[in-house]
């Protein structure tokens, strides 16, 4: 069975700073998707990234940008010029295709100003 | 990108009665739609798998009796909570897969609080 682990239960950063959150994951496939979600105290799901296991090039979107180690089973967000939007809920999660995603246990972001 | 809805937003109930929850793809047609229910400071954890047309899956542990999920078109997807209790208080959001070559992608309502007194 697939997990994701997300070793970071909450962090603080200062506004414009650079912070990484970690996330690892375990699978035996070789086919799937990781993400970045972010839920703020909206609680609305957004999602803030998206990597296919498939490209070795590293997604970004932004000031937010992945580092995707395949062979570690690691998939780091890392989120530059932080803002005070940012502060949120942050989810890794792993999806296999066309299957159900799978979400890690969330690490609380605050952005300080 | 895509646009899902929930209603109601937010709902109270009284013990022993029904609730209703609807999620709604707004700009395209989702064969698939998910169920989540989130505990206050937790991750989401899925409920039931929704798909047009056939049977909901339900996730280990999850009594479908009492979460009766209905999809009957390719937009709209039903939670029913019957005889809701206290412990049913949570946040239940739901989600829609984009379909074709897009099914990477899943997009999520907006949730719906419910509180059972």
């Known amino acids: 069975a697939q997990t994701v682990t997300q070793s970071q239960p909450e962090m603080s950063v200062q506004e414009a700073e650079t912070v990484t959150l970690s996330c690892t994951y375990d699978?035996?496939?070789?086919?799937?998707?990781l993400f970045w979600y972010k839920q703020p105290p909206s609680r609305q799901m957004i999602l803030v990234i998206r990597?296919?296991?498939?490209?070795?090039q590293n997604a970004t979107e932004n000031r937010f940008s992945v580092n995707f180690q395949k062979a570690a089973k690691s998939f780091s967000l890392k989120i530059s010029d932080s803002q005070l939007g940012d502060t949120a809920m942050y989810f890794c999660?792993?999806?296999?295709?066309?299957?159900?995603?799978?979400f890690g246990k969330g690490t609380r972001l605050h952005i300080l100003p | 990108g895509a646009v899902v809805s929930q209603h109601p937003s937010r709902v109270i109930c009284k013990s022993g009665t029904s609730v209703k929850i609807e999620c709604r793809s707004l700009?395209?047609?989702?064969?698939?739609m998910f169920w989540y229910r989130q505990f206050p400071k937790q991750s989401l954890m899925l409920m039931a798998t929704?798909?047009?047309?056939?049977?909901?899956?339900?996730e280990q542990g999850v009594e479908k009796d009492k979460f009766l999920i209905n999809h009957a078109s390719l937009t709209l997807s039903t939670l029913t909570v019957t005889s809701a209790h206290p412990e049913d208080s949570s946040f239940y959001i739901c989600?829609?897969?984009?379909?074709?070559?897009?099914?990477?992608?899943?997009?999520f309502g907006p949730g719906t609080r419910l509180t059972v007194l």
């Open positions: 699978t035996s496939e070789n086919n799937y998707y």
């Open positions: 999660a792993f999806m296999k295709r066309n299957d159900k995603i799978i």
């Open positions: 700009d395209f047609q989702a064969t698939t």
């Open positions: 989600s829609a897969r984009l379909p074709g070559l897009q099914t990477d992608t899943q997009y």
């Open positions: 990597q296919e296991a498939y490209k070795q």
């Open positions: 929704s798909n047009e047309g056939s049977k909901a899956t339900y």
